[in-house]
């Protein structure tokens, strides 16, 4: 039975930052990523996601970003940047592998997917959260008779042109999706749990830290991971400047209920819709690590650095503060520093 030093889960740019840095180090490991191709979740956004939509990719270690026009997709553009980077540094990757759970053996780590396992010394999890989708339960919903759909599966505003679309949430993409649909749609709702924040001064890196920090602390104390717009708030870009013309973002509360052809709230008020767009977000992709108990009292995954707390051989990126792109490389290179020191430990028992 081969053991390998450590197996990365996921190849996206938290996983990728992190077999550069592994392999940097001499740790033989193997990723294993559940997508045909290369890509990690941006080759699934949506088919309108133009780079100059995109807030910015931060370049992997050594290779930068290539120049490319405004106008290309999100979705063709950075898998290619991707696919380079994986031959360019030969990275081992091997695909398409759906890991269904890690637990532990005695001491060792097991990895299965299938019928196939991998047995390792440590772990560097980087799933993301774009396979877990979250859309919250209201009364009612499963009456609809119109459209229902998370972000994940919106892919134009073309497919919501002459419909009355409610969108869901008080996130970026709530706003970026308005945006664009705004401008097609025969009306749109806007509805959030809080009211939303508008930031009215620059993203500057001063600002920036404040985020990371803002959500390292919560990591560190076992938390869920906040969102990231709770803390920097929303802003509006040129592009959305139209729908901000069409009152697309005059805000209302949640309803209080779903009925077949709209939403109700509580003081009686009724909206007709054909659509409803959940801009609800996601929540970490970690099920697979339930036979490991990872999860404090709290509800989060306890970590110091990308370290879990409760078990010292894994390591998490793409995860809270490194949920962004800059985060993520940030995160690879501390989490195969994470791996050498658990394997240093290991043999020094």
Known sequence: MEILDSVVIGAGQAGLSSSFHLRKRGIAHVVLDSNDSAGGAWQHRWRSLTMHDVHGVAALPELEVPVGSDREQARTFVPAYFRDYEQ????????????????????????????????????????????????PHYPGQETFVGRQLHTVEYDGPEEMAGLRVVVVGGGASAVQLLGEIAPVAGGTIWVTRRPPVWRTEDFTPELGRAVVAKVEERVRQGLPPGSVSSVTGLALREQEREAERLGAYDRKPMFSAIEPDGVRWSDGEFETADVILWATGFRPAIDHLAPLHLRSPRGGVQLDGTTAVADPRVQLVGYGPSASTIGANRAGRVAARGVAQSLASSVSV
Do not use: C, K, M, Q
Request: proline share 6%; charged share 20%.
């Open 88 to 135: 360019t540094y030969d990275l081992p990757i091997i695909r398409p592998i759906r890991v269904s759970t890690v637990r532990d053996d005695n001491g060792l780590l097991i990895v299965e997917a299938g019928d196939r396992s991998w047995t390792t010394r440590t772990l560097i999890n980087a799933t993301g959260t774009w396979t877990h989708p979250f859309v």
